[in-house]
């Protein structure tokens, strides 16, 4: 019986460390897009983005982690991009509570 509870208390934990989204949005021009060609990180400055997180520590740009589907990834550089030259607002969602990317805050959306 005590196995059993320790498994589930373990499963339980895990389920909550694996289900890390965004939990916060807000809505800003975008001021900076940055890529480089060692990285497949996309780096923005977006007005009005978070100046402070929990575990985060560099607040200068926020991150699309480059790790998610390429696929994916060039949607979102094209829909940065296109906002930034148009000077129009994007709504952000990002993680206000527990996940970074290196020492950045993580963007899960652009809309």
Request: aromatic residues 12%; charged residues 25%; proline residues 3%.
């Amino acid at each position: 019986m005590k196995l059993k509870n320790m498994l589930a208390a373990a499963f339980v934990f895990y389920s909550a460390q694996a289900s890390a989204d965004y939990d916060n949005n807000f809505r800003g021009k975008v001021l900076d897009v940055l890529t480089y060609p060692y990285s497949k990180n996309i780096l923005i400055r977006v007005e009005g983005q978070p100046n402070s997180h929990p575990l985060c520590t560099r607040f200068d740009y926020m991150v699309i982690d480059g790790a998610i589907d390429s696929e994916a990834r060039q949607l979102v550089y094209t829909r940065l991009l296109l906002a930034f030259a148009r000077g129009e607002n994007v709504n952000i969602g990002y993680d206000s509570k527990d996940e970074c990317v290196g020492s950045r805050v993580k963007v899960y959306r652009v809309g």
